[in-house]
């Protein structure tokens, strides 16, 4: 946390600055990656509309009988989009980490069109592969089809943010996020009515794979955790009107730790915090596009210093982080 307080940032104000100003704001930005990588977006420009319609067909959804969710599941172990049901996924496992199952639920879907040209075997059998539709509830679709439209906006928009941020052309990253694999993800926590097993979390301690991600919290909700530089495990909380957004690996990556990519997890409050409770919860993750070569930046290395590491390309880096959580 940057002075004890969880930062928010109003990227309305700085999309409208002058370009001083711009500036300024861009280093209250690389201030924050540095010291945790999380801040809150308000003034961000999508639609209220919009989210309201995905948030209630997401809930509707997961209402739906367990039978009638697993129409839409995943066809084979591994395949990206779909329904995944609960506690087949260990996110800590991804950080070599062995741990039970997350108890939670999740409906993912992925890019909504293949580039002209794509012929790579492992991109259309992985990020291009087919969202696996479910048949209800009505409408369902079409407001996801919307968010995730209006989310690979507003994460380009970011990314100028950061390129701001990092004192590069505003445009730098854009050739790197002109066909972004990016994924769309509604996540349900079930009420529980039983302990959870030791170590068993809603979602395990983990980092965020590709550039950023968007989350969108339930509000009021608790168990968003991450790890502060003290090394303590420090409460996210929502706040009203707000997405979430942390920095992932690849970022860590570009600027050679410049920037952190955070461990963060969801716990169970307790039961007095709404810790046996449903949660739900919309996550947006921005990955470059597939062969984008991910090579830390010049500008984040100090005369003399050698890169903490070897380019890598999105994609398969995307691909191996992916299989090594599911169960």
Request: hydrophobic content about 35%.
């Amino acid at each position: 946390m940057v002075g004890g307080q969880f930062p928010v940032f109003d990227l309305g104000n700085f999309e409208k600055a002058n370009a001083a100003e711009r500036d300024r704001l861009g280093a209250e930005v690389d201030a924050i990656c540095r010291s945790t990588g999380f801040l809150a977006i308000t003034n961000h420009g999508v639609s209220q509309a919009v989210i309201d319609a995905v948030w209630g067909k997401a809930h509707d959804f997961f209402d739906l009988p367990p039978e009638q969710k697993q129409k839409s599941k995943a066809p084979y172990k591994g395949y990206p989009y779909g329904y995944l049901g609960p506690e087949l996924e260990a996110l800590a496992k991804s950080r070599d980490v062995d741990s039970p199952p997350d108890l939670k639920e999740s409906f993912n879907g992925g890019p909504q069109r293949t580039p002209n040209g794509m012929t790579d075997k492992d991109a259309l059998a992985f990020c291009y592969a087919p969202t696996i539709w479910p048949e209800a509830p009505e409408g369902f679709v079409d407001a996801w089809k919307a968010y995730y439209t209006s989310l690979e906006d507003l994460a380009a928009r970011i990314m100028r943010l950061f390129a701001v941020a990092l004192k590069l052309p505003e445009d730098y990253f854009e050739r790197f996020i002109d066909a972004p694999i990016s994924a769309l993800r509604a996540l349900n926590y079930p009420e529980q009515t039983v302990p959870p097993k030791p170590g068993q979390l809603r979602a395990g301690a983990h980092t965020d794979y590709g550039s950023l991600t968007i989350l969108l919290p339930q509000e009021g909700s608790k168990g968003l955790e991450l790890i502060t530089p003290d090394g303590n495990w420090t409460p996210v909380p929502p706040v009203p009107g707000a997405f979430v957004i942390n920095i992932g690996d690849l970022m860590a990556l570009w600027t050679n730790d410049r920037w952190v990519s955070t461990m963060h997890r969801v716990v169970n409050p307790s039961p007095e915090d709404g810790g046996m409770d449903r949660r739900q919860s919309l996550a947006f993750f921005h990955q470059p596009n597939w062969d984008a070569e991910i090579v830390c930046l010049e500008q984040c290395l100090a005369p003399g210093e050698e890169p903490k590491y070897q380019p890598v390309l999105s994609g398969p880096y995307l691909m191996s982080k992916f299989q090594s959580t599911t169960k």
